[in-house]
């Protein structure tokens, strides 16, 4: 990161090493009314771009499976025709597995999507034992999830361990590889607009530029195929399978890598081509950045969509063009400081805008997904949230304090505010790098709005034994006040007509004996509790005692997993 600082230190002339000094943040200047036209142009095209992206459309959170059928844990007595997971929203399957009690795989191919419930049809007759259902899907906002659910025949077993192991090299090249496409959209691409539109020397950085977009070229589709990789859960030595790729391409995160890519070769045309092309190419490439950030992820996937996709599109934008001028700006004012006194003219009087747009998309975008404060402290999403504002805090502070104090001195041309203002610079772009590494940490992280929603789903179980059968649903599925409806069935699947219904919940492990609370039939075929606490997360057991005659009584349990706040 220094070597760009000292690239050119064989040309600097005596009035080059007088001293410089000035600031990245905006500085009161006047524009040329015939630089502001072209900006113009920009603004209305960006603005016909932000219409596209403000058609609603449907979005859903991050996927979290809320049901199982078997349920986990779950001790049959004989071998299911199917299995079903329901999750939080839509998904697509990726990779569905039963692993036998004797550790053998086998592979589930046959499978139907109904809503948010998949359908996997069992293809043999399971023996006694443990067995594991492994699924791996992705969910709407282009990232994949994955689990497992044990289930016994006849009676538990030595059972392979649920659950997957984290793969930490295939994480940090995952890590890596977005910390790569955000140098090449915001460093990159937003150094060639820079170029293209404030600097009159389009020497000052252009090396450093076009290395930016080289390394956004190779994050692009290293993205992509890691993408896959994490996808399927498989190493990285299988990084060259087709059908790593032909999973990547199936996730919703081939868009922003497309349009990515499209915006990466834009700007490289506008260092490179012809100069009649350079502004319009470098701004259609800016313009690409937002749109490419606005296809997938989080942030872009979170309700409500008219507002979230444009929200990201112009935090992008603003990022790159901020994020951007830096480097080019810091070398003007490091070896030509003569040309980079316009040029810190132009950027001061652009960037005020700029910031304010970066400041307010970012609020409510930070306020969509996070919801409450607390979950700034108790989720990782939060605490790289806070690791961010603090980066972002020192950067406006630096950023203002220059403004205050070295911006108009080295307008003028005081060159040891210049020097001092191009160190300062250096710091900016270390500051924005180390911003970067955290924003790409939350590729690992649903933020506390998609989990939210996923604790606010029922948990659901199916109960069934020779004499009755029923489907007990717990809303929401966490501990604290909830309402259970219940379905009674016959042991044969028919009408079953019960005078009463009482659930009893009780939980063993923790010391609590069994609650009861009579159930009620609304009219509607259901038999609800309402105003039910459940004080504590973890397995409980429901059982549900079916008054069938003045003379007989059916009682059917089973385990139910209540999740934490």
Known sequence: MILWWRARRGRATSSHKNGMNAVSFPATVRLRGARIRPLMRSLVAAFMVLAVLAVPCRAFAHAALVATDPADGAVLSQSPARFSL???????????????????????TSFRLEDQTLEIDNPETLKSGTHVLSWRVVSVDGHPVGGSALFSIGAPSAAPIAGEAVDWTLRTAIWAARLFLYVGFFLGVGGAFALAWLAENRRCGQRFVAAALLFGLVGAPLSLGLQGLDGLGAPLARFASPTVWKTALETSFVWTVLVGLIALGLALLSLAGPSGLRKPAASAALLGVGAALAASGHASAAEPQWLTRPLVFLHGTAIAFWGGALAPLGLALRWWPAEARAFLSRFSRAILPVVAVLAASGIVLAIIQVQAPAALVHTAYGRLLLLKLALLLFLFTLAAVNRSTLTAPAEAGDTEVQRRLARSIRIETVIVLAIFSVAA????????????????????????????????????????????SMVIMSGDFG???????????????S?????????????????????????????????????VSDFEMVKIEAPIDIRGE
């Open 511 to 547: 010391g609590i004996e069994p609650i009861k609370r009579p159930a009620t039939k609304p009219g509607d075929g259901t038999w609800r509790v309402d105003n039910l606490v459940i004080p504590l997360p973890g397995r409980w057991n429901a059982r549900l005692d079916i008054l």
């Open 495 to 509: 009408p079953l007509d019960a005078k009463g219904v009482t659930l009893v919940l009780s939980k063993p492990d």
């Open 86 to 108: 329901t999750f939080s929203e839509p998904v697509s399957p990726l990779v569905l597995t039963l692993v036998r009690p004797d550790g053998s795989q086998l592979a589930l």
């Open 441 to 484: 940490g939350w590729r690992f992280t649903p933020p506390p709005r998609a989990l939210a929603i996923a604790a606010a789903q029922p948990v659901s179980i199916h109960i069934h034994t020779v004499k009755a059968m029923a489907d007990l649903s717990i809303t929401p599925g966490h501990a604290g006040e909830v309402a259970a």
